[in-house]
């Protein structure tokens, strides 16, 4: 399908479906361990919790080839460049190799100290919290080398404007890490009964899995960048600094989003231990909203990219707004259920009568964060596709680390408490919005790609 022609609403909405399926499933699939996992008490939920911010601080890194493989593919695809999007393809690859081992020997060998450091002001921290969120976080980390090549290689395929592959990976994944955390966290039939380390062996298997599917995609004859083991794999200094060019940026944001959930984190875990479990919740319900609109978010990437690679600069600046329209009708329902019912979602992951009450008035507050959030991760996925991936990192660190840490320690020094600590988050969702929102209008992106990138014009 020509996504650089056509009607513009067909194209997002064909292309948004798996993508946002894609990252529903994902989110689905986290739910689900949390409430399999919750199963097993608050204990258990706040070390899974614990242990997941700290390998999602990772993710950040890995980043960097992935939404820099996923620009410069679209602009080269949009451009006839096939060449150029297969050489980008395997500079990707091949740093995510290396960065990924080094990734997993320090998630192994130093998971103990990161666990340590999570809960660090906490002033007496639970030690079955410590012990089983390093139990996770040491297994987990086994494999990371092929679940991140996973998440890469899905960037990759998106940047061809194949949202579809990606789906059909995550659905394999994801199946068998839901059949896995069944058997393994519960001792179903003839497994044994492994609580939150079953969870994470369910999940580091299917993170293997996805890894092998998503490289055996990119030898595919239908994959339109296919790559084969006769190419030259050799390290092009050029090519590695184009994706980092756009895609340290980008890594330096999602550290930044990362690690400041991993303060916030730390924050609520100052609160005892009722508010660590019910901050976990809290995470997973705004991964509810937060996970589909990343799906559109990279449709928004790749139609910008493409049409910018291609010359139709209106329809790129269109697309970005076609796509936003839909991911905001998407969290205004969502965010009416946090806020009108929010005790049905809270019983959906614990039973717990101390967590519910605390959990149930956060995400109230948290229901009204749309759709600040979808205009802020949609039209920042606009901009990255047109390379502009300097100013989203600026206004996110900006908001996350100065605005809301400084709202969140004067609302936790009023004595709001957790529901205090998520207020600040939803007001500096508001100020991220309408900063990349006022960019991605004043079309600023448009100029500079044109500047910076002459060499990129449509093929003739």
């Not at 955390?181 to 062996?201: C, D, E, K, T, W």
């Not at 990437?301 to 790129?316: C, E, H, K, M, Y």
């Not at 991220?432 to 079309?443: D, K, S, T, V």
Request: charged share 10%; aromatic share 8%; hydrophobic share 55%.
């Amino acid at each position: 399908m020509a996504i650089t022609e056509g009607n513009l609403r067909r194209t997002v909405l064909s292309l948004s479906w798996p993508a946002v399926a894609r990252m529903s499933l994902n989110m689905l699939v986290q739910v689900v361990d949390l409430i399999m996992v919750g199963r097993l008490g608050a204990a258990a939920i706040a070390a899974v919790g614990v242990s997941n911010q700290i390998f999602f601080l990772a993710i950040a890194v890995v980043s960097a080839f992935g939404v820099g493989a996923t620009a410069l593919i679209a602009q080269a695809v949009g451009a006839g460049d096939i060449p150029r999007g297969k050489e980008v393809a395997r500079q990707a690859l091949i740093f995510t190799g290396i960065s990924t081992f080094i990734l997993t020997l320090v998630g192994y060998f130093g998971a103990e100290s990161l666990i340590n450091a999570a809960l660090i002001l906490n002033d007496n921290p639970d030690p079955q919290i410590l012990h089983l969120a390093t139990t996770y976080l040491r297994i987990v980390s086994t494999s990371a080398f092929l679940r991140f090549y996973m998440m890469v290689i899905s960037n990759i395929l998106q940047g061809t404007g194949d949202m579809k592959t990606p789906l059909f990976i995550v659905i394999f994944a994801n199946v068998f890490n839901a059949v896995g955390n069944y058997f393994l966290i519960f001792g179903i039939g003839p497994f044994p009964r492994l609580g939150v380390a079953g969870a994470a062996i369910a999940t580091a298997l299917a993170g293997v899995l996805g890894g092998l599917l998503g490289i055996a995609s990119l030898f595919h004859p239908r994959c339109l960048i296919q790559l084969s083991l006769q190419d030259d794999f050799r390290i092009r200094l050029p090519v590695i600094r184009d994706i980092l060019g756009l895609g340290v940026p980008a890594a330096l944001e999602q550290a930044v989003v990362q690690g400041s959930q991993m303060l916030y984190t730390v924050l609520a875990a100052s609160l005892g231990d009722m508010a660590t479990a019910a901050n976990q919740i809290m995470m997973t319900a705004q991964m509810i909203i937060t996970h589909p609109c990343i799906g559109f978010s990279a449709v928004s990437t790749t139609l910008v990219g493409q049409n910018l690679g291609a010359g139709n600069i209106d329809r790129a600046r269109a697309s970005g707004y076609e796509t936003l329209r839909w991911a905001v009708l998407f969290t205004a329902l969502v965010g009416t259920l946090f806020f009108l019912a929010p005790g049905y979602v809270i019983r959906a992951f614990t039973s717990d009568q101390q967590v519910i009450p605390l959990a149930s008035k956060t995400l109230r507050v948290l229901g009204l964060a749309q759709p600040a959030l979808a205009t802020a991760l949609i039209l920042a996925g606009g901009l990255r596709g047109a390379g502009d991936t300097r100013y989203v990192m600026y206004v996110t660190a900006l908001g996350m680390l100065g605005v809301r840490l400084a709202l969140t320690l004067l609302f936790l020094s009023l004595g709001w408490g957790l529901p205090g600590l998520w207020a600040a988050a939803v007001l500096e969702a508001y100020l991220r919005g309408g900063l990349i929102m006022h960019r991605f209008a004043a079309g600023h992106w448009t100029e500079d790609f044109v500047r910076t990138r002459p060499s990129q014009s449509p093929a003739k």
